[in-house]
């Protein structure tokens, strides 16, 4: 159970964005056990720090969300620490350089999107 419920929430942080009939998160989503958002309003806009972790408490995803949609750098580990997935999302879209790594913490793949593609 604690496994199926660790790879709902890395399937989820992978996910958000990419649902394509919606383009923000609902808040109601970021209360889990599991994620602690900070959160901070602004001209009644949000924005949270999200961190997850695993049963065993380490880290497996941090992101930060502007005005409801994922902003800034994202960053999901591995059960060992290491990084697993490094990028940046802009308006809910990823942008930039994204890298995926092997559990060894080698390179495993290098993309460039440009708003989402």
């Not at 009644?44 to 949609?69: M, R, S």
């Amino acid at each position: 159970m604690k496994k199926i419920l660790l790879l709902l929430l890395l399937i989820l942080a992978f996910n958000i964005s990419s649902i394509s009939y919606r383009k923000s998160i609902d808040q109601r989503q970021l209360y889990n056990r599991n994620i602690k958002p900070q959160r901070h309003f602004k001209n009644k806009l949000t924005n949270a720090k999200v961190i997850g972790y695993c049963e065993n408490g380490k880290v497996i995803f941090k992101g930060n969300f502007k005005n409801g949609k994922k902003d800034g750098e994202w960053l999901t580990y591995y059960e060992n620490g290491k990084i697993q997935a490094k990028g940046n999302y802009k308006g809910g879209e990823k942008d930039g350089e994204w890298l995926t790594y092997y559990k060894n913490g080698k390179v495993k793949l290098k993309i460039n999107y440009k708003e989402g593609n």
